[in-house]
């Protein structure tokens, strides 16, 4: 669930026609006549107040979703993915996935998880898989919308997952025991699409929360650490011998766009204000490289890092507790080109 310093939102760009079906899992559509961004805001904790707004190149409506179902998104709004013609959306708090069409903003079906709490999610071959807190990934099937699977995982509560060929790669997190300490895991579990079964796991740094795919044979994850005597570490893990790399930056958040990794690193002083850098990275070098160092002081906040695969803007979403987040807009040379207002807690940007 949400913790103080995490706060979950997205923006997914690209306008598409819908289809009954979803034939099209790629998202292609020659008739699409408009770009936009989806602005997933989760809202408060018991506020049942989550958002998807719509980001247009003059203006944003956070209620956008709202308006177009009469009815809002419902409590604590986790992950979203643009998946051919159709949005998916993880609403944690309300225990659904959300399916709504990209053209109208009209829900399709909300998938009910029963008490799983679904987080994250990746889309393959006209599935899509999500994490949840039951210790589970779940397969939905994209025509039936149906959930068709689900596979047990053996580690704490996963969070994040990525695909790298046949294999899911799914971050275990931490819990509370019995007696409401934190405890922490610092594993990947590997889980193969053919049989869908948890197959192995890969030993990563303590408490690893955000993964994503770097190429054919290479994942990014950042692990968070346990607040002690376990640091915080970003490693880029080979998953042909499970060789790792551990990175000059404990990385908060990131993305990948092409061969460069954009992300900030958020750390605290003796009296806890923040302090974020963001940088970017090469893929191939894994040298990090500092940028936006006028915005590190009004960007302490930072909660999402996304880049705008066709024109390479750079979206940062900074949501300071308790307040509507800022989504900032950034050319490639860094110059500021953009700010809204966006929703309670923006925090993750997909394109």
Excluded at 75 to 99: F, M, N, P
Aim: net charge negative.
């Amino acid at each position: 669930m949400k913790k103080k310093l995490f706060a979950l939102t997205i923006c997914a760009l690209a306008i598409f026609a819908s289809c009954e079906k979803d034939p099209d899992p790629a998202g292609n559509d020659n008739n699409s006549t408009a770009m936009a961004a989806y602005v997933l805001s989760e809202g408060n904790w018991g506020g049942n107040n989550a958002t998807l707004g719509l980001l247009t190149s003059e203006t944003l409506d956070n209620d956008w979703f709202t308006t177009n179902n009469n009815r809002g998104l419902g409590e604590l709004a986790q992950d979203a993915i643009h998946y051919g013609s159709r949005l998916y959306v993880t609403v944690s708090g309300s225990e659904k996935v959300e399916v709504i069409d990209t053209k109208t903003g009209k829900s399709i079906k909300q998938i009910d998880f029963g008490q799983k709490y679904p987080r994250y999610m990746v889309a393959h071959e006209g599935k899509v898989y999500v994490t949840s807190y039951d210790k589970t990934v779940v397969r939905i099937d994209t025509a039936a919308l149906e959930i068709e699977a689900t596979c047990q995982l053996t580690g704490l509560q996963p969070e994040q997952i990525c695909l790298i060929g046949n294999n899911l790669y799914i971050c275990n997190t931490w819990e509370n025991d019995s007696d409401g300490n934190a405890i922490y895991d610092s594993t990947i579990s590997v889980v193969d699409l053919a049989s869908f079964t948890e197959v192995r796991k890969i030993k990563v740094g303590t408490n690893p929360g955000k993964i994503k795919t770097l190429d054919d044979h290479r994942f990014i994850v950042a692990c968070s650490g346990n607040y002690g005597d376990a640091a915080a570490v970003c490693m880029v893990v080979d998953v042909n011998n499970d060789s790792k790399t551990t990175l000059e930056v404990a990385a908060s958040n990131f993305d990948v766009c092409g061969n460069t990794v954009y992300m900030y690193a958020t750390t605290y002083a003796a009296n806890w204000t923040t302090i974020t850098s963001f940088y970017t990275m090469d893929i191939n070098t894994l040298h990090p490289e500092q940028i936006l160092q006028d915005y590190s002081d009004e960007l302490n906040g930072a909660y999402a890092i996304c880049v705008n695969p066709t024109n390479k803007q750079l979206f940062v979403s900074n949501s300071v507790y308790g307040a509507t987040s800022d989504i900032y807009v950034f050319s490639p040379a860094g110059e500021k080109l953009r700010q809204e207002e966006g929703g309670l807690y923006t925090n993750k940007i997909i394109f």
